[in-house]
């Protein structure tokens, strides 16, 4: 009882709405935590239960109910980060990857509500999915969207928002009937009465958008009768029609020019937010030259997306893709129902240029960040500055699980899993004005001190090496804190090293975006306070054997606490190691795919996806040779 109320419990904790513990709870914690029954009727605690109670929701770092769905739900759309993909039909490599419907079903299982098509023609009169200019393997649109009909609302039941990049020419009307009769009422066709399409009208909250799937294709502006078309000067042609620019592409790019399969995919993708904007009236009155119709055709798929069609235009509503031409511009036209994307790099470049009025313009309508098209190895950008500046639609590429992907999958654990976490207060109101790059606190806002202590580990590798651990921070700009806090190097053992050092202190932390440390308190049964972190094969609930890296890459807890299995003995270590050697060496040795509740890769994705496992957790395991 001591250790509980002096070590374990937080003293700025109020007595009366969380009292200390006190014998009759001890003794409950001891039945529920020790396994031997003959110490638990003598109220005793062996080393084993003691480490199960570490290991247990009773400690976890932070307060249950963050897990639960706590949220405000029924503010409008853009004021929530979205759990979002990119590329979603891929698996491992942007341009010899394998395209896959199972990948959809896993993300939206996941918890991801906003996945990727990109459609194009098919040979056989049927729209397909992959990535174009480039020797990935092709699907069936058809398919994915009967996967994503059959798991969209499994996890949650909060609104989807499928992401059309639409390079079909012949077959349009077949991806509007498509989504009309597997979607069914799912789809959202026509806009709400009280959310009408127009400027300052706010966007739908998620609850008024429960089981809705919403679509994001370029969307065709019909013209007014008698409106008349400007152009620069009496007698200039006006702009051809994109149909006709798709075509006039078409012939330019003949078949004895060598195609640079690396260049037209990174191109494609860096040009998407130029692809998604919409035919406004003074964007049609643009003059397109020779060399800018061949600069297009060099960017790849994504600038030679096709003219959007009546029948898909008739599916657009709430998440309509504009090009961004000025924050000042957005703010003039105030059409909250209008959606950007940008490429990391020019949003990284907005960022830093014009904080303030990036965050602004993510109060009013939502925004979507997508990885440059040069990570041909699938890697991932930190979401973290992006969600700094209130950046809705934050895409990563799921099937990569390096650090990136793990902050992405630990922050959307919060409320529910449901893919929706609402922003701060200061990154909502109009009123407050937010400066991620701010060296002051924010206000309301009590800046605290983070305190992790290092004590050991269990089962970190099997390999023979010297390990340690390193903690880092992540949050806004002042709080995060890199490569400064580093253990010691524990030789030769991997098994269970004791680090037992001073502890790690983060001081003056208060403007970090994640959920605020909290005391630790009970949790519904069947809580895992570690589900970000789950490994292959492994079930729910039970701690992953290596803890030093969880999404914010703070241990989240201290001593013993890397697992719950005793080590075995060092003959039995040794068999184990021979038997893999063995199996390696004959290619026997197969890794167990990834579940689709722990991490969002498809089971049937064979080496490459559970490859990508083991190396993240060969990173943060940090071996060294002795």
């Not at 399969?261 to 937010?273: F, I, P, T, Y």
């Not at 964007?283 to 029948?311: I, R, Y």
């Not at 509503?317 to 490429?343: C, D, L, M, Q």
């Amino acid at each position: 009882m001591a250790f509980l109320n002096g070590e374990q419990r937080d003293p700025r904790l109020n007595e009366i709405l969380y009292p200390p513990c006190d014998a009759a709870r001890t003794k409950d914690l001891v039945r529920t935590y020790e396994p031997n029954k003959e110490f638990a009727d003598k109220g005793h605690i062996s080393p084993d239960g003691l480490l199960r109670y570490l290991l247990s929701v009773e400690n976890d770092v932070l307060m249950a109910e963050k897990y639960d769905l706590h949220d405000d739900m029924d503010q409008p759309l853009c004021h929530y980060f979205i759990n979002s993909s990119h590329n979603t039909y891929l698996v491992g490599h942007q341009l010899t990857g394998r395209a896959s419907v199972e990948i959809y079903r896993q993300c939206l299982l996941a918890g991801c509500r906003c996945v990727e098509l990109d459609c194009w023609d098919g040979s056989d009169d049927e729209p397909i999915i992959t990535h174009g200019f480039t020797m990935c393997t092709e699907v069936k649109f058809r398919e994915v969207m009967e996967a994503i009909a059959e798991s969209a609302f499994k996890t949650s039941d909060y609104p989807i928002v499928l992401s059309f990049e639409n390079h079909c020419v012949k077959q349009q009307d077949k991806l509007a009937r498509y989504c009309r009769e597997i979607l069914a009422d799912s789809l959202l066709v026509d806009p709400f009465d009280s959310h009408p399409l127009e400027p300052g009208a706010p966007l739908p909250s998620p609850n008024l958008l429960k089981r809705k799937i919403l679509i994001k294709n370029k969307k065709k502006h019909m013209h007014r009768p008698g409106a008349k078309r400007k152009s620069k000067s009496a007698g200039e042609p006006v702009e051809p029609k994109p149909a006709s620019l798709l075509e006039e592409a078409k012939e330019a790019d003949t078949p004895s020019r060598p195609v640079s399969l690396a260049a037209d995919a990174a191109a494609g993708e860096d040009s998407a937010d130029e692809s998604e904007s919409s035919s406004d009236e003074e964007e049609d009155t643009q003059e397109v030259s020779v060399e800018q119709l061949k600069a297009k055709q060099e960017k790849g798929t994504a600038a030679s997306e096709a003219a959007a069609g009546t029948a898909i235009s008739a599916l657009v509503n709430y998440v309509t893709p504009t090009h961004f031409h000025s924050f000042e511009a957005a703010e003039k036209k105030n059409r909250g129902y209008e959606i950007s994307s940008f490429v990391e790099t020019q949003a990284l470049q907005l960022l830093k240029t014009k904080p303030v009025e990036f965050v602004n313009y993510n109060k009013r309508q939502m925004s979507r960040i997508y990885p440059k098209g040069t990570r041909v190895d699938s890697s991932n950008y930190m979401p973290q500055a992006f969600w700094n500046a209130g950046c809705q639609l934050v895409a990563l590429n799921f099937q990569s699980l390096d650090l990136a992907m793990q902050m992405n999958l630990g922050f959307f654990e919060y409320n529910h899993r449901c893919g929706y976490v609402l922003k701060p207060d200061f990154m909502r109101r109009v009123d407050r004005r937010f400066d991620p790059f701010a060296e002051s606190t924010v206000d309301g806002i009590v800046a605290g001190t983070v305190s992790v202590q290092v004590l050991s580990g269990q089962m970190l590798t099997d390999k023979r090496c010297g390990v340690y651990v390193e903690v880092e921070m992540y949050g806004l700009p002042a709080d995060t804190v890199r490569k400064r806090f580093r253990s010691k190097t524990v030789p030769n053992n991997t098994i269970n090293p004791v680090f037992n050092e001073e502890p790690f202190v983060f001081t003056k932390v208060g403007r970090a975006l994640h959920a605020p440390l909290g005391p630790g308190r009970a949790a519904p049964p069947g809580h895992d306070p570690h589900p970000a972190l789950r490994g292959d094969g492994q079930a729910a609930g039970t701690p992953h054997p290596a803890r030093q890296r969880t999404p914010t890459r703070i241990p989240t807890r201290g001593a013993a606490q890397r697992g719950q299995r005793a080590p075995q003995p060092a003959h039995a270590l040794r068999q184990d190691r021979r038997q893999g050697l063995r199996a390696r060496r004959h290619g026997r040795l197969h890794r167990r795919p990834l579940q689709p509740h722990r991490l969002p890769v498809g089971a049937a994705e064979e080496g490459e996806a559970a490859g990508g496992a083991h190396r993240g957790r060969r990173r943060a395991a940090r071996c060294h040779p002795p």
